[in-house]
């Protein structure tokens, strides 16, 4: 199983770029479907983007064509890339890794977006 920290998140301008990273533990990385949730005050945690094993990425509605998931094998390292950011963006957002039975989680990085 997987150990996940976040880094990356703070304070950012309505219209500004962050890049959220999701560092991970563990020899068998590349195996592992990786994603980002968030969770805004108040709200139910939420998908905000997926990628598979293969590369394949899927995105929630309200971030397609803003926000990039990526990963790095070689580093273990995924990232998402979240550029024309809005106040509504503003969460504690979280990576997860899941690979058939298993499933981990980091304990979150918040972004906070100014508008």
């Known amino acids: 199983q997987l150990q996940l920290v976040e880094s990356g998140g703070g304070l950012v301008q309505a219209g500004g770029s962050l890049r959220l990273s999701c560092a991970a533990s563990g020899r068998t990385f590349s195996s592992y479907a990786m994603g980002w949730f968030r969770q805004a005050p108040g709200k139910q945690r939420e998908l905000v983007a997926v990628i598979s094993s293969g590369g394949n990425t899927m995105y929630a509605d309200s971030v397609k064509g803003r926000f990039t998931v990526s990963r790095d094998n070689a580093r273990n390292t995924a990232y998402l890339q979240m550029n024309s950011v809005k106040p509504e963006d503003t969460a504690v957002y979280y990576c997860?890794?899941?690979?058939?039975?298993?499933?981990?989680w980091g304990k979150g990085t918040l972004v906070t977006v100014s508008s």
């Open positions: 997860n890794a899941k690979y058939g039975g298993m499933e981990s």
